[in-house]
């Protein structure tokens, strides 16, 4: 059974861990609980997606065309 607080840690765990940001001992303890837990599973896959899609977007910058100053 999930508590809403460890599922919080949990999600704070693994959202760190994709930035490099975590031990291994945590992420393996975050593993475990998302093993068993099909609401953290759905939050990974959405925060995997997310990531991924973030990282390959192009940053478009502003030009000076078209700005007075």
């Known amino acids: 059974m999930c508590v809403e607080r460890e599922c919080t840690e949990v999600r704070e765990t693994l959202s760190a861990a994709l930035d490099g940001e975590e031990s291994?001992?945590?992420v393996l303890t975050a593993?475990?609980?998302v093993r068993l837990c099909l609401g953290c599973r759905e939050f990974v896959v959405g925060v995997?997606?997310?990531t991924r899609a973030l990282r390959s977007a192009h940053?478009?910058?502003p030009s000076s065309v078209g700005?007075?100053?």
């Open 48 to 50: 995997v997606a997310t």
């Open 67 to 69: 700005h007075r100053g």
């Open 59 to 61: 940053v478009i910058r």
């Open 31 to 33: 593993v475990r609980h």
């Open 24 to 26: 291994e001992a945590d």
